[in-house]
């Protein structure tokens, strides 16, 4: 097993990790947390929300909309700022960009550019890249 490979299984469980399971525990942990803590000790809102279920589908049914809406405004304002961001430290990004100015004006290497042609033809169809394209300082 290569360094790559368990580097990947560490990314592929911290992605499923925060973004799907712990989503779903956070969320459950807060609608009991809050219904526990809150709704069950302010009379009013007890008399309306008397079963954890009820609260529950309630703070999902507001809760979605209010989300969408949320996502929606970081999706066309923020994105791209974040985008930027993170491509100006991506050093593959770097060397593609430096390869493709050097195939225009000349300067790349034939070697250099076989490489970066595999590792575009690596991307389009979906594998991984071969180990000696992955970003390894020339």
């Known amino acids: 097993m290569t360094n790559n490979w368990l580097r990947r299984r560490?990314?592929?469980?911290?992605?499923?990790?925060?973004?799907?399971?712990i989503f779903i525990l956070t969320f459950a942990n807060f609608i009991l947390i809050f219904h526990r803590l809150f709704i069950e000790r302010?009379?009013?809102?007890?008399?309306?929300f008397s079963s954890v279920?009820?609260?529950?589908?309630?703070?999902v049914i507001m809760y979605?909309?209010?989300a969408i809406l949320i996502g929606h405004w970081h999706r066309t304002t923020q994105v791209?700022?974040?985008?930027?961001?993170?491509?100006?430290q991506n050093p593959m990004m770097a060397k593609w960009w430096r390869i493709l100015v050097d195939m225009q004006t000349g300067k790349a290497s034939k070697e250099e550019?076989?490489?970066?042609?595999?590792?575009?033809?690596?991307?389009e169809e979906?594998?991984?890249?071969?180990?000696d394209l992955d970003n390894k300082k020339e």
């Open 113 to 123: 550019i076989e490489k970066f042609r595999a590792l575009l033809k690596a991307i």
């Open 53 to 59: 279920w009820l609260f529950a589908v309630f703070f």
């Open 64 to 66: 979605i909309p209010i």
């Open 10 to 21: 560490w990314l592929n469980f911290r992605q499923g990790h925060s973004i799907y399971l």
């Open 42 to 48: 302010v009379e009013v809102l007890n008399e309306i």
């Open 80 to 88: 791209k700022v974040e985008t930027e961001l993170v491509q100006r």
């Open 126 to 131: 979906g594998k991984d890249a071969p180990e």
